[in-house]
């Protein structure tokens, strides 16, 4: 079955500090992953997707298939990235099946 | 290019009542999804719609129910809602499944008393 985990609910960081979000996939065939963003009373956005390869807003995610795994990675933390932040996978002709999300706070 | 729009963005309903959502998608989408997003379960999905026909469900009751449009756009029924229907309800949009990005919309906060 296909599943993301993200094993962390919250996750608080200092300003400057580096920051990692765990995503952690179950999936048999080549998967698509992406990174969601909801910031505070706004709708949630793509963050990024792993075939992109691309650093949005600082951050970037590396698919690891041995690992089955996608972190969301930042080398320092600034307060406008507060917010919850959802990892998807697209398996394909099937909707994005999402993580339950973390919800990152990060202190001044 | 417009963005996904949602209406009503907010709704009060009792139980019993029943209720419908509207989503209008990027123009050029095909593809319409729903999710519904509460804090204990996150995002969870309930159905996929491409040219008028619904192409995946999720794993919800049959009071849901949703169709779509030539044109679309999207509409989704909750029948006798209950309180854990309460939630923000989220429709997304792509050009088709797969493994295009999807574009959400803001969303519509249904509270149910």
């Known amino acids: 079955a296909q599943r993301v985990t993200q094993p962390e609910k919250l996750l608080s960081v200092f300003k400057g500090a580096p920051v990692e979000l765990k995503c952690n996939y179950s999936?048999?065939?080549?998967?698509?992953l992406f990174w969601y963003v909801q910031y505070s009373r706004q709708r949630l956005q793509l963050l990024l997707r792993h075939i992109s390869r691309e650093s949005i807003k600082g951050f970037t995610a590396d698919l690891n298939k041995g690992e089955t795994s996608f972190h969301l990675k930042k080398p320092f933390a600034q307060e406008e990235d507060s917010a919850m932040y959802y990892c998807?996978?697209?398996?394909?002709?099937?909707?994005?099946?999402f993580g339950k999300g973390t919800r990152l706070s990060v202190i001044a | 290019k417009a963005g996904v729009t949602q209406t009503p963005r907010y709704l009060i309903k009792t139980r019993g009542q029943q209720v419908t959502l509207s989503c209008s998608p990027i123009s050029g989408h095909r593809s319409v999804s729903w999710y519904q997003q509460t804090p204990g379960q996150g995002l969870q999905f309930l159905f996929e719609?491409?040219?008028?026909?619904?192409?995946n469900k999720g794993n919800f009751p049959g009071r849901f129910s949703g169709r779509q449009f030539s044109n679309s756009r999207s509409e989704m029924n909750v029948s006798t809602l209950e309180l854990g229907d309460s939630a923000l309800y989220l429709c997304?949009?792509?050009?088709?499944?797969?493994?295009?990005?999807?574009?959400f919309g803001p969303g519509t906060r249904l509270t149910v008393l």
């Open positions: 719609y491409f040219s008028e026909t619904q192409r």
């Open positions: 999936y048999s065939g080549s998967p698509e």
């Open positions: 998807a996978l697209n398996p394909g002709n099937t909707p994005l099946v």
């Open positions: 997304a949009s792509g050009f088709q499944s797969g493994r295009d990005t999807q574009y």
